[in-house]
C-alpha cells in the first residue's frame, strides 16, 4: 500500500525567510509526486508535480520542490515566504503501475508571520 | 468557466436521514472523484468514476453510493447518515481516465456535513 507522511502539523516562518514543508512517501513502483494548498473553507488547489525527469520541480506562487529517490522524499520549498503563503499544504503520492489513486498526508499548516 | 461546483455549501442532518451532495464540473474531464477530509487525516477518496458510466470504490466507501449521471455530473448519496459521516466533503475532476497517476485533480469548495 502507499502511504505519505508530513512529519510536521505546523511550520511557523517569519515572513522574508525560506520555508521548507516535509514530505516522505511509500510506494512500490515508480511515484507520482503532488502538492496541493488549502486556504481556509475553499477546495485544494493545485502547486506542482512530479512525474519524471529533472528532480526540481518548480510550480505556482514560487514555489518548487526536489524528489530525492534515495531519501524518499519531495520537500516543498520557497526561497522567501510571504504572509499570504499562510495555509495548509498537502502533499500526495501516486504510483504508475495498478489503479494509480492519489493517496494524501495529513497536511502541514503553515503560518508566516509578518 | 466555473471548474468544479458543489452543492449545498452547509448541510445539518439527523442521524438516519438521508441526502445527497452533489458535483458537477465544466471542464469536459472524464473523472470525477469524491473525497472526504477530516481533521488531521487528510484526505481520503469515498469513490471514484474513471469515466461516463462506471465508478469504482475507493479507500473508504462504506455507508456511501454514487452515481455518474453524464459526463458532467457525479452525486453522492448518504442512505442513513451517522455522525462519523460527519466531515467536509470534497469533489474532484481529472482529464483522464483514473488509471493516469499523473493527471492534476481539480477540487470543488467543499459541502460542509454535519451529523446530529
Known amino acids: 500500500a502507499q502511504s505519505v507522511a508530513q512529519p510536521e502539523d505546523q511550520v511557523n516562518v517569519a515572513e522574508g525567510n525560506p520555508l521548507t514543508v516535509k514530505c516522505t512517501y511509500s510506494?512500490?513502483?515508480?511515484?507520482?509526486l503532488f502538492w496541493y494548498v488549502q486556504y481556509p473553507n475553499r477546495g485544494l488547489q493545485f502547486l506542482l508535480k512530479y512525474i519524471t525527469g529533472d528532480n526540481l520541480v518548480k510550480g505556482s506562487y514560487g514555489f518548487e520542490a526536489e524528489f530525492n529517490k534515495s531519501q524518499t522524499s519531495f520537500h516543498l520549498k520557497k526561497p522567501s515566504a510571504l504572509v499570504s503563503d499562510s495555509a495548509l499544504y498537502f502533499c500526495a503520492v501516486a504510483k504508475d503501475t495498478g489503479r494509480r489513486a492519489l493517496t494524501f498526508g495529513s497536511g502541514t499548516r503553515l503560518q508566516v508571520q509578518p | 468557466n466555473a471548474g468544479v461546483t458543489q452543492t449545498p455549501k452547509f448541510q445539518v442532518l439527523k442521524t438516519g436521514q438521508s441526502m445527497t451532495l452533489q458535483c458537477a464540473q465544466d471542464m469536459n474531464h472524464n473523472s470525477m472523484y469524491w473525497y472526504r477530509q477530516d481533521p488531521g487525516m487528510g484526505l481520503r477518496l469515498i469513490y471514484y468514476?474513471?469515466?461516463?458510466?462506471?465508478?469504482d470504490k475507493g479507500e473508504v466507501p462504506n455507508g456511501y453510493n454514487v452515481s455518474r449521471l453524464n459526463k458532467r455530473e457525479f452525486s453522492l448519496r448518504l442512505e442513513s447518515a451517522a455522525p462519523s459521516q460527519t466531515s467536509v466533503y470534497f469533489c474532484?475532476?481529472?482529464?483522464?481516465?483514473?488509471?493516469?497517476?499523473?493527471?492534476?485533480?481539480?477540487f470543488g469548495p467543499g459541502t460542509r456535513l454535519t451529523v446530529l
Open positions: 510506494v512500490s513502483g515508480n511515484p507520482y
Open positions: 468514476s474513471a469515466s461516463e458510466g462506471t465508478t
Open positions: 474532484a475532476s481529472s482529464e483522464r481516465g483514473a488509471s493516469w497517476g499523473t493527471d492534476t485533480q481539480y
